[in-house]
């Protein structure tokens, strides 16, 4: 797992959901010094703290793992326009995306 992304994946979240690193921290019950050097790379984010982080964000381990500059050839691609005003609409979407991926993905195994 490509701690690097990881990091940025985080924070990028962060930003989305306009959430802030201590508010974060108390989720995954770390202090807010912790998180910060697990977010710039000073710290290893350990399994326990990984687990945590995706339960808050709702991704997988592989999600956060993902390189957004690298898009499978098999993703479907999308476009949002304006933005998602809340965690809720965000955690939303990202379940219709994973209903479209599975979609495919069952599409492409019944033509094989």
């Given at each position: 797992m490509n701690n690097t992304v990881v990091i940025e994946?985080?924070?990028?979240?962060?930003?989305?959901?306009k959430s802030s690193q201590v508010w974060l921290a108390e989720q995954i019950q770390v202090s807010p010094?912790?998180?910060?050097?697990?977010?710039?790379g000073e710290?290893?984010?350990?399994?326990?703290?990984?687990?945590?982080i995706c339960?808050?964000?709702?991704m997988t381990p592989n999600q956060l793992a993902?390189?957004?500059?690298?898009?499978?050839?098999n993703e479907p691609a999308y476009v949002l326009m304006g933005e998602l005003s809340s965690r809720e609409s965000t955690r939303e979407f990202k379940k219709l995306l994973l209903d479209i991926k599975s979609y495919v993905d069952?599409?492409?195994?019944t033509h094989e």
């Open positions: 994946n985080i924070k990028k979240w962060l930003k989305q959901t010094t912790m998180l910060s050097q697990m977010l710039k710290r290893k984010i350990q399994t326990k703290h990984l687990i945590g339960k808050v964000t709702g993902k390189d957004e500059n690298k898009q499978d050839s069952l599409e492409a195994m």
